[in-house]
C-alpha cells in the first residue's frame, strides 16, 4: 500500500516538472478528489445525523443519513467524470515586450458524448486569476492565460492547474500540466532615446519625415551615451547641474531613410549591454513606425537595408536572444 502511494507521489512530482509536448491526454491516474472544505462539514453533519440516530432509534434519521450519504457518493463519480479524460493541447503565444504580461493559449478539447461544465484553469501559483469553462460534447475551448514578464528571451509557460467543483461543491478534483510551450520577450523598449544614428553612406537628398542631422527639431533629456557634439549647450548654460538641473540633447530632423543604421558596437562601450539592447530596441520600433529603410547589425547578426513588419520582427527577435 505505501509502495503504491509513493509511486503515485512519484508520478506527481515527474508531471509537475517535465514539459509534455503536442496533445495530453488526462486519464484516471492523473486526476486526483479531495473533499473541499463544504465537503468536510458534509461529513461531519452526516456522523452527527448517524449518532443521533442511532442514540434515539429514529428511523427516519437512518433514511435521512443514508440519502445524504447516496447523494455525496454520486457527486464524487459526477466530479471525477467532469475532469477525466480530457485531452489537453498548447496553443500559441503572443510575443511581447519585457514588462508586459504575455499571453499563452491553450485548449480543452472534450471527445465525449457528456458535457463538462465550470472547469478552472490557471496557473498553478498562487495570486494568479482563474478562468471558468464550460465544454460542450465533441468540442473544444481555447483558453488565454496571461502571465507576467521580467526579462527579455524565452519564457516558459508555468505550471497549469485545472479542477472543478462540479456539481455540488463538496469534492476538488483536479489535475496538473506542464505544457512545452514558450512566448519570447523582446527587450524593454528605453525612454527617451537618442536620434536614429546614421551610417554615412545614403544619398544626401533630403526626405521630409525622415530621421537625420540636417534641421533642429527640438531638445530632449540627456541619455548616456549621447555625443557630447549634440549637447544643447546654450540651454545647459542656463541651468546648474549641480543643483538639480538637468543636461538636454539637440534633436535633429531630415536626411535620407536609406542612412539609417542600427550597430550594436557603434553605442559607447560604457553602456551596459542591457541598455544598448533596450535603445536599439526603441530605434527598431520607430524606424519602422516611420516606415524607414534600416540596416541592423547585432554580434553575428546583420541583416541589410530593408523595412516593413518581417524585417522588424526579424531584428526584435535577435535582440531578444542576443547572448542567451
Not at 550597430?263 to 524606424?287: H, I
Request: hydrophobic share 40%.
Amino acid at each position: 500500500m505505501f509502495t503504491s502511494i509513493k509511486k503515485r507521489l512519484r508520478k506527481i512530482v515527474f508531471l509537475e516538472s517535465k514539459p509534455e509536448s503536442g496533445e495530453v491526454f488526462l486519464n484516471q491516474r492523473r486526476v486526483f478528489t479531495l473533499p473541499s472544505k463544504p465537503g468536510l462539514v458534509f461529513v461531519v453533519l452526516l456522523l452527527l445525523m448517524f449518532l443521533a440516530s442511532t442514540n434515539y432509534s429514529l428511523n427516519l434519521g437512518f433514511g435521512l443519513t443514508y440519502v445524504l450519504g447516496g447523494i455525496a457518493l454520486i457527486n464524487v463519480f459526477y466530479a471525477f467524470r467532469n475532469l477525466a479524460y480530457l485531452h489537453l493541447l498548447p496553443g500559441s503565444s503572443r510575443a511581447v515586450f519585457a514588462g508586459e504580461e504575455t499571453e499563452y493559449t491553450v485548449y480543452l478539447i472534450n471527445r465525449r458524448v457528456h458535457a463538462r461544465y465550470a472547469i478552472s484553469v490557471g496557473f498553478a501559483e498562487k495570486g494568479h486569476p482563474e478562468k471558468f469553462v464550460d465544454i460542450a460534447p465533441d468540442n473544444r475551448v481555447a483558453v488565454q492565460l496571461s502571465y507576467p514578464t521580467t526579462s527579455r528571451g524565452w519564457q516558459a509557460i508555468p505550471r497549469i492547474r485545472l479542477q472543478t467543483h462540479y456539481p455540488l461543491g463538496l469534492l476538488r478534483a483536479w489535475s496538473t500540466w506542464l505544457p512545452d510551450s514558450v512566448a519570447l520577450v523582446y527587450p524593454q523598449p528605453g525612454e527617451n532615446p537618442p536620434p536614429l544614428p546614421l551610417s554615412g553612406e545614403g544619398k544626401k537628398t533630403e526626405v521630409p519625415g525622415h530621421a537625420g542631422d540636417e534641421d533642429f527639431a527640438g531638445v530632449r533629456a540627456y541619455q548616456p551615451g549621447d555625443a557630447m557634439k549634440h549637447l544643447a549647450w546654450k540651454q545647459i548654460a542656463k541651468v546648474d547641474p549641480s543643483l538639480g538641473g538637468n543636461l538636454v540633447t539637440k534633436q535633429f530632423a531630415g536626411g535620407s531613410g536609406s542612412d539609417v543604421l542600427l550597430d550594436f558596437r557603434s553605442m559607447s562601450g560604457n553602456m551596459d549591454t542591457e541598455l544598448k539592447l533596450s535603445r536599439m530596441t526603441s530605434w527598431v520600433l520607430e524606424a519602422d513606425q516611420r516606415g524607414l529603410t534600416y540596416g541592423f547589425r547585432l554580434g553575428q547578426t546583420e541583416y541589410d537595408p530593408a523595412s516593413g513588419p518581417e524585417h522588424c520582427n526579424a531584428c526584435l527577435r535577435a535582440l531578444a536572444l542576443y547572448d542567451l
